[in-house]
Structures are given as C-alpha cells and as structure tokens.
C-alpha cells in the first residue's frame, strides 16, 4: 500500500499542478512590479578594460509619464563676477560743441573694444584737405617696402632730386604740397597708388580730384595702429612723423592733448580756404587705451560758417572729449 501511494505522489497530473502553482507565483510577482535581474560576470581586470555590468531587466508594464517644462531660473552673477563697467563718453556733450551751419563729417572709434562711439556721414565723401596725406604716406612706404627697399635706402634716394625720407617728411609734418604731389606722382606709376588703396579696403579715397570718407581714413589710420600695412620700421617712422610737434599743434584737436596730462595725440591736420575745409585726425591714446578721431567741417548750405568759427567749434569739441575722458579715466 505505501509502495502504490509514493506512486500516485509522483504522478503526472501531480507534477504539472506543482509547475502551475510556481507559475502563478511568478505572474503574481511581476504585476507587483517587481523587476528580474541577471548580473553577467565583470571583464577580467588582465584585459585592462574597464568593468562593465549588463543588466537584463524584465518587461514590466509602468505608467506614462508627462514631463512638463522645468521654470527658468535666474542666475544673478555675484559682484565678484560682474566686470567693472566704465562710464561712457556722453556724445550729446560732444555735438553740442558743434555748431549747426556746418556740414560735418566725423567718426570717434575705441580701437580696443571696435565700437564706433560717435559717428555722422561716416561713408559721404567729402574734400579732407591734408588729411588724405597719410593715405598716400602709407602706400609711399608700402610700394618702396614691396620694391625691397628698406627704411635706409629711403634716405637716400627718391624722385625730383629729393629723398623719399625728406619728402615724407615735409609732406607729414610740414603738410608741404609740393612733397605731396612729388610723392603722388612716384606712387600713381603703374596704378600702383590706385590698387594699393584698394586692396587695403580704402576704396573711396582718390587725389584727382581729391575726396575720401571718414571709414577710409580711418582704416589707414587703424592699419598703422594695427601694424597691417607696413613692416613694423616703417610703420613706427610714419607714426613718429604724426608725432612731431610744429606750431600750429596745439589748435584744433591739438586742445586734447594740451589739456589731457599724458595723452598723446600721433595727427595730420587739413585746412583750404578755397573751399574752406577744417578737419584734423588722428590717434589718441590716453591711459593705455587708443582712440581713431576724425573730424571735419565745411560750411552748410547757409554759407554762413566760416573757417574761424569752425575751428573753434573743432577745439570746443576737443574740450569737451578731453573733460568726458578726464571723468571716465581720473587721476
């Protein structure tokens, strides 16, 4: 009897309800959300990979999630993050040195930051006197440079029975017209003048008749801050050429450095009475930072302006850049 009951435990139909009821274990488990993992052997350290676990995770059936956007948050640097900003120039203080029958043509740029501080018909094309010297200067020096001349060679040669060092320098300093048209006439050969100004983006400023705009004078004057035209021997002995102090440099924007202590104002000033034109720019650095000014009058339409009374316009508003300079910069 006990022999036929061991029989009847070990049926069939016993074993397969066993396997049901592990089943049903099983599916009771997984709808609780309950998750199977298998951990496969970490990589042997010999290999000297790093160690990798795989994980193999059951289905499992979890609600839909909705993600809503997360609020933007505000960051507020701290003071110690923030950079000190400097005042700016107030240009109201500037045009309103300026008198209102003139026709003006002026750029101020911070050859530091780029940013054009104040500006008025910037690309008009205007008569800029002597200014349009320095132009011709720089292409003078490129064109020997690209003839493998160097800065010694200068000073002893040159056309009309002058050297080129000499000639440069009465057209420079002494604003000498016949230096001038000595050295337009060296540089105009071939059109080398011509293509010069062109390829230096300078594309507006010609010398029959004789025009330019305040953007092409001031790429000249920002290539020679830059050093892009001319090797730096001759870029220097051009500069301390605008450096030279003559008489007559205290008038016009001459005022900034007079009353600016430690300014330094490297500029070619431009005058005509017939038409009358007052203009002067240059290169002011003060307090280790450099500044392109440009300025220009004529007279307006009413003919009223003179070539005094411009002028003295042009000092009142070097006056006024030199007080807002002397407040943003203190002693």
Partial sequence: MKHKLFITIGSPSVLILFHIFILTGLLISACTGISFTTVEPKVSPETNLPTVIHTKTVALETPARTFTSIPTIEITPSKEQTPTQLPQIDVSLLSSALDTNVDWHILLKDLDTGDVIFENKPDELFNPASMIKIPLALAVLDINHQMGRTL??????????????????????????????????????????????????????????????????????????????????????????????????SKYLGVIPATLPGATFANKRGTMTGPTVVADHGLLSYKGKTWIV???????????????????????FGYALSEELKRIYPE
């Fill in 152 to 249: 010694t060679d200068l000073i002893n040669i040159g056309p009309k029975g002058r050297s080129f060092a000499a000639l440069l320098d009465a057209m420079v300093i002494l604003s000498e017209e016949q230096a001038s048209q000595d050295l337009e006439y060296f540089a105009r050969g071939e059109n080398r003048l011509r293509n010069t100004l062109i390829a230096w983006n300078i594309p507006n400023t010609t010398y029959h008749p004789r025009l330019s705009t305040c953007n092409d004078l001031a790429t000249a004057l920002e290539g020679i801050y830059t050093q892009r035209f001319l090797p730096a021997e001759m870029n220097d002995y051009l500069l301390d050429l605008m450096l030279v102090q003559t008489e007559n440099d």
């Fill in 294 to 316: 440009i300025i220009a009058g004529t007279p307006d339409e009413s003919g009223t302006a003179t070539f005094e009374s411009i002028a003295e316009s042009i000092e009142r």
